[in-house]
């Protein structure tokens, strides 16, 4: 989806906040000495309405999006009593945040996360429930706690259905949003689209595990049907580049979304769409070089360097982590949940480990 005004006013907010009182935090600029784990941990809500959930940065918001992608990579990580505390205690809170629709809220904090807060319309319902799902999977994989899935598949399942089977248009993309909020964006995003890929992928897998091969069929079909899609009308062969979504004519040279979508085929492992990966990579590199140092965003994209990591562009990885780095020294704020996990999956990546 299109987040740059929503991500905007998300740092305001957490780098503008006076009540939580964060201090910069400063360290050896030596990439990989950064303890992304212990920093996401560290944004847990311990108590209140909101216990499990996280801050997207300290004095921030919860935003349920960039914490799946936050705390994905720190499952591998996790003991089997951090993964109940970190884990399955955010999905049993995600659970009960849905609204009648399945669908989410963001929340807005008015003074402190035990204090006054306001609801804010989620800027996408694709890709929360997708990434939710990836989150699901993975916690079972690593918890094996089948009882948690027994008491939550019925409504795991209507998630599912309401943000992702019934979003699907005739196209074969997911729309941004359910009706009948799709009545002013029906668009569907390439990142989206990667997302909801991976977690439908994902959340087949899951369901064919506990022998629900019906629904494990009926979800990867739509999978297919995004990788279709995207091979058949997405790509620009003119200028060589992916289009930021199905109501995009040509690939655009703007860095947020026209060349940061590029890479999101292999950062979701769209395995399917791997003859493109070299080509979106070079787009990237193409019309927006040397992004890496962080010259066209106030945000740190570590996503980008997670795929030159996937990649083997080491001196770029390396160079993004450090971008990382400095922002979590200097600005706080922009070192958001979602950034700290793309680091972590890089800094893994490096180390030798496989992706999650």
Known sequence: MKRRQFITRSAALVISAPLFGFTHQGYAQTVGTFDA????????????????????????????YFTNLGILPIIQYLNAADLDLYIRTYLDLYLRRLEANASIQDINFTTTP????QLVLADSDDSYAATTLSIVAR??????????????KAKLKTMAYRNLAVAVKANG?????????????????LMDNCEVYRGLRDYAALLRSRGDAV?????????????SRISAS????????????????????????????????????LTELSSYFDKGWAYLNRVTPNWQDGRYDAYPWAVLGFVAAKRGQ??????????????????????TINEIGFYLRSKSLLAGRTDI
């Open 37 to 64: 784990v212990a920093e996401i941990k560290k944004l847990r809500i311990a108590s209140g309405t909101f216990t499990g959930g996280y801050l997207i940065a300290p004095a921030g918001r919860i935003n349920w």
């Open 114 to 117: 035990t204090g006054a807060f």
């Open 139 to 152: 916690y079972l994989k690593a918890s094996q706690n089948w009882a948690w899935w027994d008491a939550n």
């Open 173 to 189: 993309m997911t729309s941004v949003f359910q009706a009948p909020r799709s009545q002013s964006n029906s668009v569907g995003y």
């Open 215 to 227: 629904d494990a069929n009926y979800y990867d079909s739509f999978a297919t049907g995004i990788t």
């Open 234 to 269: 997405m790509f620009d062969t003119a200028r060589s580049g992916f289009k930021p979504s199905d109501a995009d004519e040509v690939a655009g040279t703007a860095f947020y979304a026209d060349t940061t979508c590029q890479i999101f085929p292999q950062a979701f492992g």
């Open 314 to 335: 080491l001196v770029q990885a390396r160079a993004q982590m450090r971008l990382v780095e400095s922002k979590f020294a200097g600005d706080r704020g922009l070192a």
